[in-house]
C-alpha cells in the first residue's frame, strides 16, 4: 500500500482543525441543577427511605462498581469482617448499572474484563458480554464476599473527616458513620455530561441520555425490540462506543433516525460469540489470572510466548503506546506512524466495503492517528447506515448542532424536525467527586485534602496522602493506567488489602512520610509521559480535553512495570514508608 505520508499528516491536521473549538470541554455541561432530572436514577425505588445510621464498622468503601467490589473482596481477604459499602445507585454494579441501553457489551474481551472469574468460578456467556451479563457478576461478586450485609444503597457521601482515630463518614441521609480504613473508589462513569447547546431547554419533545435509557418510551429491553419508536423520528447525539452500539437497533426500529456526528470512530471487527462448551471445560484452576495478564503484556508492548486473547485489541497493541505508554515500544516514531497510518487505511476501506453510499461512507471515515480516541468496534454499526431511514448529519463545520427549537436541531442552518433527542455524550471523565470538591475530604488537625494539593496532587503511589491516615484512593491518579481498567483497579486492591492486612497485623495507622511522598512525586516527574505533542495533532476528544492536552501525572513505565514495583515494595521494606516503621 502506498502511502503519501505528507498529505495524510496534512489532512489528519485539517480534519482536526475543522472540530476544535475554541471552548473546548466548557462545550459541555452537567447533569445538574435545571438538568439535574437526566442523571436521576430510573432503577431505584423513588419512595425509599431509612433511618440515618450512627455506627462503626472497620471499613467504609465509596462506590459499588468493580473498583469498589474490588476493594471490598480484598479486604474480605485480609480478615476485615465489617465492611460497608456505600453508593448511590440502588444496587451494585457501577457503570453497569446506570448503562442498560439496547445493544451495551464490554469492548475488551470479558473473560479478562469480569474481574474474579477464578474466585468466583465462572466463565462468561459471551466473549464479549452484555450488559446485563456483567451486571450480574457485579452482584454475584457482592453475595459472594457478603458486602450486601452492611451496604448503603441509595446514598451519596457528602463529607470525610478524620477525628483522630477513625474516619466520619457523613452522607445525604444524615449517616455519621465511624470507619477506621476508608478506600474511595466513586468512579467517573456515572455523571453523565450534556452538550451545551443553546436552546436546549426549550425541546418539547422528549430528551434522555443514554446512561439513563427510558424504555417507557421506547419500549424494548437492551436486545432491542424499541416498538415504542415505529412511529417516532429519533436523534442521536454522539458517536462514540456507546453510539456504535445503540445505533443498529435505534436504526432497525425507529420511523427516521438522524445520527449526529462530530467525529466518527474507528470501527473495527468485533466477531462476538457465545462461549464455546467444551473450551470452557478445558480451562485449569487460575486461567482467568493468567489470561489476563497475557492480555495486559500484549497491549503494553511486552514480549509473549501466546497471544491468548488473539482480537482486534492486541491485533493493534503496537499503536496503543499513546493510550498505554510504556517503555517495551521496539518501533522508531516514524515506524508507528507508518504502520499508524496503514492501520488507519484498513478502517477507512471497511467503510467503503460495508456503507453503500460513497457521500455518507466519506463522513464516516476517521481521519486521525488510531491512539487518538478509544477504538471502536462493530459488526452492525456501519451497514445501518445504507438504511433509507437512516441519515447521517456531519456536524464538524458548524461546531457540532447549532441550536436545538421547539421540535428540531439545526445544523449548518438546516433544521431536523424530530420527536425525540438521545444523548450519546458521554460522562464526566477524570472528574472523580474528591478531585472536584463534591466530596470534601478533612484529614489530620483538619486540614482539607484539596487544600493540601492546591500546589498539585501529592501521593504515594497514587492511594494514599500524609496528613490523611488509612485513606485509600483508587483510580488513575499517580499510578500506571490500561485499556482494560478493571484490571488495574484488582491490582490496586490488592494492593490495599495487603497494606491493610499488614497494618492490623501491626496495630499501626497507614500514613506515608512526607520523604516517601516526595521521593514517588520525583518518580512521577521523571517518567510521566510526554504525550502533549501528539494529542495536540489529535481530534478534539476526552482524550486531550477537548484539544487542550494536559500534562499527564502518571508511571510512565506502564502497568506492568508498576504492578511489579508494588509488588516489590510489598515484599522488601517498603511498608515501613506508610505504618511508621
Given at each position: 500500500?502506498?502511502?503519501?505520508?505528507a498529505?495524510?499528516?496534512?489532512?489528519?491536521?485539517?480534519?482536526?482543525?475543522?472540530?476544535?473549538?475554541?471552548?473546548?470541554?466548557?462545550?459541555y455541561?452537567?447533569a445538574?441543577?435545571a438538568f439535574?432530572?437526566?442523571a436521576d436514577?430510573?432503577?431505584?425505588?423513588?419512595?425509599?427511605?431509612?433511618e440515618p445510621?450512627?455506627?462503626e464498622?472497620e471499613?467504609?468503601?465509596?462506590?459499588?462498581?468493580f473498583?469498589?467490589?474490588l476493594?471490598?473482596?480484598?479486604?474480605?481477604?485480609?480478615?476485615?469482617?465489617?465492611?460497608?459499602?456505600v453508593?448511590?445507585?440502588g444496587?451494585?454494579?457501577?457503570?453497569?448499572y446506570w448503562?442498560r441501553?439496547p445493544?451495551?457489551?464490554?469492548?475488551?474481551?470479558?473473560?479478562?474484563?469480569?474481574?474474579?472469574?477464578?474466585?468466583?468460578?465462572?466463565?462468561?456467556?459471551w466473549?464479549?458480554?452484555?450488559?446485563?451479563e456483567?451486571l450480574?457478576?457485579a452482584?454475584?461478586?457482592?453475595r459472594?464476599?457478603?458486602?450486601y450485609?452492611?451496604?448503603?444503597f441509595?446514598?451519596g457521601?457528602?463529607?470525610?473527616?478524620?477525628?483522630?482515630?477513625h474516619?466520619i463518614v457523613?452522607?445525604?441521609?444524615?449517616d455519621?458513620?465511624?470507619?477506621?480504613?476508608?478506600?474511595?473508589?466513586?468512579?467517573?462513569?456515572?455523571?453523565?455530561?450534556?452538550?451545551?447547546?443553546?436552546?436546549?431547554?426549550?425541546?418539547?419533545?422528549?430528551?434522555?441520555h443514554?446512561?439513563r435509557?427510558?424504555?417507557?418510551?421506547?419500549?424494548g429491553?437492551?436486545n432491542?425490540g424499541l416498538?415504542?419508536?415505529a412511529?417516532?423520528?429519533?436523534a442521536?447525539?454522539?458517536t462514540?462506543?456507546?453510539?456504535?452500539?445503540?445505533?443498529?437497533?435505534l436504526?432497525?426500529?425507529?420511523?427516521?433516525?438522524?445520527?449526529?456526528?462530530r467525529?466518527?470512530s474507528?470501527?473495527?471487527?468485533?466477531?462476538?460469540?457465545?462461549?464455546d462448551p467444551?473450551?470452557?471445560?478445558?480451562?485449569?484452576?487460575?486461567?482467568?489470572a493468567?489470561r489476563?495478564?497475557?492480555?495486559?503484556?500484549?497491549i503494553?508492548?511486552?514480549p509473549?510466548?501466546?497471544?491468548?486473547?488473539?482480537?482486534?485489541?492486541?491485533?493493534?497493541?503496537?499503536?496503543?503506546?499513546?493510550?498505554?505508554p510504556t517503555?517495551?515500544?521496539t518501533?522508531t516514531?516514524?515506524?508507528?506512524?507508518?504502520?499508524d497510518?496503514?492501520?488507519?487505511?484498513?478502517?477507512?476501506?471497511?467503510?467503503?466495503?460495508?456503507v453503500?453510499d460513497?457521500?455518507?461512507a466519506e463522513?464516516?471515515?476517521?481521519?486521525?492517528?488510531?491512539a487518538?480516541?478509544?477504538?471502536?468496534?462493530?459488526?452492525?454499526y456501519?451497514?445501518?447506515?445504507?438504511r433509507?431511514?437512516v441519515t447521517?448529519?456531519?456536524?464538524?463545520?458548524?461546531?457540532?448542532?447549532?441550536?436545538?427549537?421547539?421540535?428540531?436541531?439545526?445544523?449548518?442552518?438546516e433544521?431536523y424536525?424530530?420527536?425525540?433527542?438521545?444523548?450519546?455524550?458521554?460522562?464526566?471523565?477524570?472528574k472523580?467527586?474528591v478531585?472536584t470538591?463534591?466530596l470534601?475530604?478533612?484529614?489530620?488537625?483538619g486540614?482539607?485534602?484539596l487544600g493540601?494539593?492546591?500546589?498539585?496532587?501529592?501521593?504515594?503511589?497514587?492511594?494514599?496522602?500524609?496528613?490523611?491516615?488509612?485513606?485509600?484512593?483508587?483510580?488513575?491518579?499517580?499510578?500506571?493506567?490500561?485499556?482494560?481498567?478493571?484490571?488495574?483497579?484488582d491490582?490496586?486492591?490488592?494492593h490495599?488489602?495487603?497494606?491493610?492486612?499488614?497494618?492490623r497485623?501491626?496495630?499501626?495507622?497507614?500514613?506515608?512520610?512526607?520523604?516517601?511522598?516526595?521521593?514517588?512525586?520525583?518518580?512521577i516527574?521523571r517518567?510521566?509521559?510526554?504525550?502533549?505533542?501528539?494529542?495536540a495533532?489529535?481530534?478534539?476528544g476526552?482524550?486531550?480535553?477537548e484539544?487542550?492536552?494536559?500534562?499527564r501525572q502518571s508511571?510512565?513505565?506502564?502497568p506492568?512495570?508498576?504492578?511489579?514495583?508494588?509488588?516489590?515494595w510489598?515484599?522488601g521494606?517498603?511498608?515501613?514508608?506508610?505504618?511508621g516503621?
Amino acid at each position: 500500500m502506498e502511502l503519501d505520508l505528507a498529505a495524510l499528516r496534512a489532512k489528519y491536521r485539517a480534519e482536526r482543525d475543522r472540530r476544535i473549538r475554541p471552548d473546548g470541554a466548557a462545550q459541555y455541561q452537567g447533569a445538574e441543577g435545571a438538568f439535574g432530572y437526566y442523571a436521576d436514577d430510573p432503577h431505584a425505588d423513588p419512595g425509599f427511605t431509612r433511618e440515618p445510621l450512627r455506627d462503626e464498622v472497620e471499613a467504609v468503601v465509596i462506590g459499588g462498581g468493580f473498583g469498589g467490589l474490588l476493594a471490598g473482596a480484598r479486604l474480605r481477604e485480609a480478615g476485615v469482617e465489617s465492611i460497608r459499602v456505600v453508593e448511590k445507585a440502588g444496587d451494585f454494579g457501577g457503570t453497569w448499572y446506570w448503562n442498560r441501553y439496547p445493544g451495551i457489551h464490554c469492548d475488551i474481551e470479558s473473560y479478562v474484563y469480569l474481574p474474579l472469574l477464578d474466585e468466583l468460578g465462572y466463565v462468561p456467556e459471551w466473549r464479549y458480554a452484555p450488559g446485563a451479563e456483567i451486571l450480574r457478576h457485579a452482584q454475584a461478586i457482592g453475595r459472594h464476599y457478603d458486602l450486601y450485609r452492611d451496604a448503603c444503597f441509595q446514598t451519596g457521601v457528602t463529607e470525610l473527616r478524620w477525628d483522630e482515630t477513625h474516619w466520619i463518614v457523613s452522607t445525604d441521609r444524615g449517616d455519621r458513620i465511624r470507619a477506621r480504613y476508608v478506600v474511595v473508589s466513586n468512579g467517573t462513569l456515572d455523571r453523565p455530561k450534556l452538550p451545551g447547546i443553546p436552546g436546549i431547554e426549550t425541546f418539547r419533545g422528549h430528551t434522555f441520555h443514554t446512561s439513563r435509557w427510558d424504555y417507557g418510551y421506547t419500549g424494548g429491553d437492551a436486545n432491542g425490540g424499541l416498538t415504542g419508536l415505529a412511529d417516532k423520528r429519533v436523534a442521536l447525539i454522539g458517536t462514540g462506543s456507546t453510539g456504535l452500539q445503540v445505533v443498529p437497533h435505534l436504526g432497525r426500529d425507529a420511523a427516521h433516525l438522524y445520527v449526529f456526528q462530530r467525529t466518527p470512530s474507528t470501527v473495527d471487527v468485533r466477531a462476538n460469540r457465545r462461549t464455546d462448551p467444551e473450551w470452557a471445560a478445558r480451562l485449569e484452576p487460575g486461567w482467568a489470572a493468567r489470561r489476563r495478564e497475557n492480555f495486559l503484556r500484549v497491549i503494553s508492548g511486552y514480549p509473549v510466548d501466546e497471544d491468548l486473547v488473539s482480537d482486534s485489541w492486541t491485533g493493534s497493541a503496537a499503536l496503543l503506546g499513546n493510550i498505554t505508554p510504556t517503555g517495551m515500544r521496539t518501533m522508531t516514531p516514524a515506524e508507528e506512524e507508518l504502520a499508524d497510518f496503514r492501520k488507519m487505511s484498513e478502517l477507512r476501506a471497511r467503510v467503503d466495503a460495508l456503507v453503500a453510499d460513497p457521500v455518507t461512507a466519506e463522513k464516516l471515515k476517521p481521519w486521525y492517528r488510531y491512539a487518538c480516541k478509544r477504538p471502536g468496534f462493530s459488526d452492525e454499526y456501519l451497514q445501518t447506515f445504507n438504511r433509507p431511514n437512516v441519515t447521517l448529519v456531519d456536524t464538524a463545520d458548524s461546531g457540532g448542532v447549532e441550536r436545538i427549537t421547539g421540535s428540531s436541531l439545526v445544523v449548518g442552518g438546516e433544521e431536523y424536525e424530530v420527536d425525540c433527542i438521545i444523548f450519546a455524550t458521554g460522562f464526566e471523565v477524570g472528574k472523580s467527586d474528591v478531585l472536584t470538591g463534591r466530596l470534601p475530604v478533612h484529614g489530620r488537625d483538619g486540614q482539607s485534602l484539596l487544600g493540601s494539593w492546591r500546589s498539585g496532587p501529592r501521593t504515594l503511589h497514587g492511594f494514599y496522602s500524609n496528613g490523611f491516615p488509612n485513606l485509600f484512593h483508587l483510580g488513575p491518579l499517580h499510578n500506571a493506567s490500561s485499556v482494560n481498567f478493571v484490571h488495574v483497579l484488582d491490582e490496586q486492591a490488592t494492593h490495599v488489602g495487603a497494606v491493610v492486612a499488614e497494618a492490623r497485623k501491626r496495630g499501626a495507622t497507614v500514613e506515608p512520610t512526607v520523604a516517601a511522598e516526595d521521593a514517588w512525586l520525583r518518580t512521577i516527574e521523571r517518567t510521566a509521559p510526554d504525550l502533549e505533542q501528539f494529542l495536540a495533532e489529535c481530534t478534539p476528544g476526552y482524550y486531550n480535553n477537548e484539544g487542550k492536552p494536559r500534562k499527564r501525572q502518571s508511571f510512565g513505565e506502564g502497568p506492568v512495570a508498576f504492578h511489579e514495583l508494588l509488588r516489590e515494595w510489598r515484599r522488601g521494606p517498603g511498608l515501613a514508608e506508610v505504618l511508621g516503621g
